[in-house]
């Protein structure tokens, strides 16, 4: 028997008990073996897998049209987190809300943290998306040398971090 | 924080959290807490360009250098991308670093403590993954160090945070807390005795993940396993950390205390002479895989736990665990080894610690 995730044969048997999928037992060579020990235990592609078949098992017509879903601030599509079982951005727990929402009931059984939260906070979602794109527009000034642009976003930035200060004048508004 | 680290002084020794000590530590290896964060002014990992990894990898790592915490002033950090495959391995065998971060490409780095047991991932599967390791059982220390260090980092560095979804992650399965708490068990007795599957079934209903390392066909049996939390949402740190410390983990170890006591009763001599056959096949053989190292150690480990060898510790074999493997043994050994040399190394090396010391057999 050959590794899951390469050529070489396959020496580990390490069984899997997740749920709602129940054992799953997965073949691996050494170094894969040792990886996926050494890895914390959460298998997220098998818990996302299941939660998502179950899913589309409960008949979506607008599958496809949920699959072409893109997030305006990282640009994902809702078909490539499907497939690579990873967000791009902090924005898309918003953008793919409603999506998102009985994925994290199938794997959590809840949908509202109730545990610890930073003493400081960027604010709303969406001044965290604003932040991700005025980074975007910072590093597209630099590449252009405009240097004196990217060092008022990055100005602009840091105000936004950091909360006690006042602040800085909304790019959004003046551009 | 210092920037530099001394491998070949790294593979000299073991971690803090390997001693072999605290807690039920003849069953539980190890506790260890990690937690997932994020920088609120970046994209995820998967959607950031190769300038946004270096933009994140330099600016917590200037962060992390504005910090004055007399704990984090032993604090190592390496930058990973122009390091050699060897030093990434030792630190993966060392558990400072996941295989992922080890094999992935671009900037990434790792902040870490190797006597203290903590170590913060950069650009891993999320932007920080905060982890400390301990001995024993220990769920309560080693989450105040954790959450110290998160503490710690949280005043230099903007976390992405959603008021009902909580600390945001890459993967939908860590949001919320971003936590999870492991612990590593070892459970001989269960396997000899087949148990296992019994203590597979009744986990099934908790919220936890139990998972377990097999070798090949009846050959190889794996004797560790390790318990976590599976979901991270809706729940407090408070409750996951009690779920798998106060409830879980010590029913296991029960079952394990049960299944070694009848061990002794019902079949000491067939147990004394595994232990001792293990101890004979380390001592004696001139090549040997690591899968195979495993297993005899495991062996061994539990005869000393039952009092059948007793004069050897159980911080030795710990550190055998360790330094038997691949890159360790290459870095100990001061050069890179072909597989059939590292088989060779690696034989001559467990018999010399375990035949080191006059009277091993009991
Ligand atoms: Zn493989
Ligand atoms: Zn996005």
Not at chain 1, 37 to 48: G, V, W
Not at chain 2, 117 to 125: A, F, K, L, T
Not at chain 2, 339 to 360: D, I, Y
Request: with cysteine; glycine share 6%.
């Amino acid at each position: 028997m050959k590794c899951q995730f390469c050529e070489k044969p396959a020496t580990f048997h390490i069984t899997e008990l997740t749920e709602p999928a129940g054992p799953q037992v997965m073949h691996l060579c050494e170094e894969h073996a040792k990886g996926f020990l050494h890895k914390e235990a959460s298998p997220p592609m098998t818990a996302i897998a299941s939660a998502l078949a179950k899913q589309l098992s409960q008949g979506s017509d607008d599958l496809e049209e949920l699959d072409q879903k893109e997030c305006p601030v990282c640009g994902i599509s809702f078909f490539e987190f499907r497939n690579s079982g990873r967000l791009g951005c902090p924005y898309d727990y918003t953008h793919f809300e409603a999506d998102l929402r009985p994925l994290l009931i199938n794997v959590h059984d809840k949908t509202e943290h109730i545990g610890k939260k930073p003493t400081r906070s960027a604010g709303t979602a969406d001044s965290l998306a604003r932040m991700i794109g005025m980074r975007r527009e910072m590093e597209e000034a630099i590449e252009r040398e405009d240097y004196e642009r990217a060092s008022e976003i990055r100005d602009e930035l840091k105000a936004m971090e950091d909360p006690i200060a006042p602040p800085a004048n909304d790019s959004d508004e003046t551009s | 924080m210092k920037r530099e680290a001394d491998f070949d002084e790294l593979a000299r020794y073991t971690g803090e959290w390997m001693r072999g000590e605290g807690p039920e530590s003849d069953i539980v290896i190890s506790t260890r807490i990690r937690l997932a964060r994020n920088l609120a002014d970046f994209p995820f990992i998967r959607r950031c360009s190769d300038e946004d990894r270096l933009s994140i990898e330099r600016t917590v790592r200037a962060r992390m250098e504005s910090l004055t915490d007399q704990h984090w002033e032993a604090a190592q950090y390496v930058d990973l991308e122009p390091l050699s495959e060897i030093d990434r391995q030792l630190l993966v065998e060392r558990q400072l670093i996941s295989r992922e971060i080890a094999e992935s490409n671009g900037s990434r780095a790792v902040a870490f403590d190797a006597a203290e047991g903590y170590s913060v991932m950069v650009n891993e599967e999320d932007h920080l993954r905060i982890q400390v390791m301990k001995s024993g059982l220990d769920v309560k220390n080693t989450w105040e160090q954790v959450n110290r260090i998160d503490n710690m980092l949280e005043e230099v560095i903007l976390y992405a945070f959603h008021p009902r979804y909580g600390y945001l992650t890459a993967c939908p399965t860590n949001v919320g807390t971003g936590l999870r708490v492991s612990v590593m068990l070892h459970l001989p007795a269960l396997v000899i005795t087949e148990q296992m599957d019994r203590v597979f079934r009744s986990m099934q209903r908790i919220n936890v993940t139990v998972r377990g390392l097999y070798g090949e066909g009846s050959q190889y049996t794996g004797d560790f396993y390790q318990v976590s939390n599976q979901v991270t949402l809706g729940h407090t740190e408070a409750d996951l950390l009690a779920l798998v410390g106060d409830e879980v983990a010590p029913k296991i170890i029960e079952y394990e205390r049960k299944a070694r006591e009848a061990l002794l009763k019902n079949n000491r001599d067939d147990l004394h002479d595994e232990v001792s056959r293990a101890m004979g096949i380390l001592s004696t053989a001139r090549k040997i895989s690591s899968e195979e190292t495993m297993h005899h150690l495991s062996k061994i480990r539990l005869g000393i736990s039952m009092g059948l060898i007793d004069q050897l510790d159980v911080k030795v074999i710990n550190q055998l665990f360790l330094q038997s493997q691949s890159a360790h043994l290459q870095k100990l050994q001061g050069r890179i080894l072909g597989t059939a040399e590292r088989h060779a190394r690696r034989a001559s090396f467990l018999q010399h610690h375990l035949t080191g010391k006059e009277g091993l057999w009991n």
